[in-house]
């Protein structure tokens, strides 16, 4: 993802040069995939209400911490090929039927936050980061991503309704860029929220 900015920042530089007079933003949004998704969508309302660009800008850096992504991978093989677990550890992983807890967190960054065991643990660990950090105050617009894994989706979108009740749900399949790094069967939940 930081070659991504910075190739964009680089864009920038080179579109400034050609367009001097026009106003030409680059903004790390701090997400991935659905989750920046979920923040361009919102910035996207904030448009349709009348910000300019500089006040859209404005609002996206103060608001981009507040994108909680919560995804877990079904196998770790594809972890293993991008050099996020060792070879040992993708073998005790898949042993144990472990399927890491991970986020984006405040830099930007993957990280692993618990390694449940089967799917069911999984969920319930997506499910008790939402519980415990959901503030729907600027949205209530939850996404729910899966990496070909339909079914795993929906038992994960019904586990959410149940428990938050509020919730206006969004589904998306999850494209190949990043389900290259994560494999089928991963499971991605995604909030505004206070515990990113």
């Known amino acids: 993802m930081s070659g991504t900015i910075q190739s964009a920042r680089l864009c920038l530089n080179e579109l ?16 991935a995939s659905l989750g920046e998704g979920v923040l361009v969508q919102e910035a996207a309302r904030r448009q349709a209400e009348g910000f300019s660009i500089l006040e859209l800008q404005n609002w996206v850096v103060e608001h981009r911490q507040q994108v909680c992504h919560w995804f877990t991978v079904d196998v770790f093989d594809h972890l293993k090929h991008g050099g996020r677990v060792s070879s040992a550890a993708a073998v005790v992983g898949t042993a144990l039927q472990i399927k890491p807890l991970l986020h984006v967190n405040q830099e930007g960054k993957l990280a692993v936050a618990e390694k449940p065991r089967g799917r069911k643990q999984a969920i319930h660990a997506q499910l ?6 959901w503030d729907p105050q600027i949205s209530k617009t939850v996404a729910i991503g899966h990496g070909d894994c339909p079914d795993g989706a929906r038992q994960l979108e019904e586990s959410v309704r149940r428990q938050f009740p509020d919730a206006e749900i969004v589904k998306a399949d999850i494209g190949p860029i990043i389900g290259a790094h994560t494999g089928p069967g991963m499971l991605a939940l995604i909030y505004w929220g206070v515990n990113r």
């Not at 400034?16 to 997400?31: A, F, G, N, S, W």
């Not at 008790?128 to 950090?133: L, S, T, V």
């Open 16 to 31: 400034k040069e050609k367009y001097p007079d026009r106003t030409i933003l680059c903004v790390d949004t701090l997400c």
């Open 128 to 133: 008790a980061r939402m519980e415990w950090g």
